[in-house]
């Protein structure tokens, strides 16, 4: 029994032993195996420093080159002489130059703002005096007009206003004299005398623009209103004027004061001129006055 007994462990000894060498043998086996896989691998995937080295460089050469190419090619177009933009841009409507333009308007933006800086400078270095009489100027100047630059439509229907109440001295006649006291003569009179007294207010009897402010021997300072339509008006015995040739009245403006009658009219006494006329003919202003 105990020889059998014997016999079976050493086979069972010689059966694990001869398996346990199969077994090392496979992973031996496999081992090498997977070994030259992965070196085979490894040799796939090496990276070759040295070429992407001199490829990167010869990129860089190629980028140099067209750099250089390119700057030869503006600087022969900028050094053209047969080459005028500003010709082509000022002679030419289907040119178009952009980049002139925007450093056309860059140059003006540039000298506005020099213009403006060199002005408030000079503002600046003004004396003090000089910008207080400046400023007295301004506040001290009258208002001109009521109305800006009224339509001129006065017509044969249109009416007036009388430009200062009073008595009329002398009345008007172009169809017969009649007598001037001062002159001690019979003329014709192409106006109406209206008698006023000094330092009253004259205001316009329509919407007009002033075309002429004058002085006169016979009727002192006057002042000429065009109303539109041909009609024109002439004030005259005036002073302090507070209108100006080009300037625009409306009906009712103050336009002046009554001055002291010239030497003409110093026994009529202290009065408005007052004149019509349509095409420069005198018109008798009672026919038109309210």
């Known amino acids: 029994m105990r020889r059998s007994r014997r016999r079976g462990l050493a086979k069972e000894r010689l059966i694990m032993i001869a398996s346990s060498l199969l077994v090392l043998a496979s992973l031996t086996a496999t081992g090498i195996w997977l070994g030259r896989d992965s070196?085979?691998?490894?040799?796939?995937?090496?990276?070759?420093?040295?070429?992407?080295?001199?490829s990167a460089a010869a990129g860089l050469a190629e980028e140099n080159n067209l750099t250089l190419a390119e700057s030869v090619t503006q600087g022969a177009s900028t050094d053209d002489l047969d080459y005028d933009p500003y010709f082509q841009e000022t002679n030419s409507q289907r040119v178009e130059n952009p980049d002139e333009s925007e450093s056309s308007s860059m140059s003006d933006t540039s000298q506005e703002e020099e213009v403006k800086t060199s002005k408030e400078n000079s503002t600046d270095e003004k004396p003090q005096s000089v910008k207080q009489e400046e400023q007295e100027e301004e506040e001290n100047t009258p208002a001109l007009s009521t109305a800006m630059q009224p339509a001129l439509t006065f017509?044969?229907?249109?009416?007036?206003?009388w430009p200062i109440v009073g008595n009329i001295l002398i009345n008007?006649?172009?169809d017969k004299t009649v007598f001037f006291p001062t002159l001690q003569q019979y003329r014709y009179n192409p106006a109406v005398i209206i008698q006023a007294n000094e330092g009253d207010l004259i205001t316009a009897s329509s919407a007009g623009k002033v075309i002429s402010v004058f002085s006169?021997?016979?009727?002192?300072?006057?002042?000429?209103?065009?109303?539109?339509g041909g009609y024109e008006v002439t004030y005259g015995q005036l002073q302090n004027i507070l209108v100006s040739e080009g300037s625009y009245v409306a009906a009712g403006d103050i336009i002046a004061e009554v001055a002291a009658p010239t030497?003409?009219?110093?026994?009529?006494?202290?009065?408005?001129y007052f004149k019509l006329t349509k095409d420069g003919e005198p018109v008798n202003p009672l026919s038109k006055l309210n």
């Open 155 to 161: 017509s044969d229907s249109d009416t007036l206003i």
């Open 263 to 272: 030497k003409y009219y110093s026994v009529e006494g202290t009065n408005v």
């Open 39 to 54: 070196s085979s691998q490894d040799e796939g995937y090496v990276v070759d420093l040295s070429s992407i080295e001199n």
């Open 216 to 228: 006169d021997r016979r009727i002192g300072n006057g002042i000429v209103v065009e109303l539109g």
């Open 172 to 174: 008007y006649s172009m």
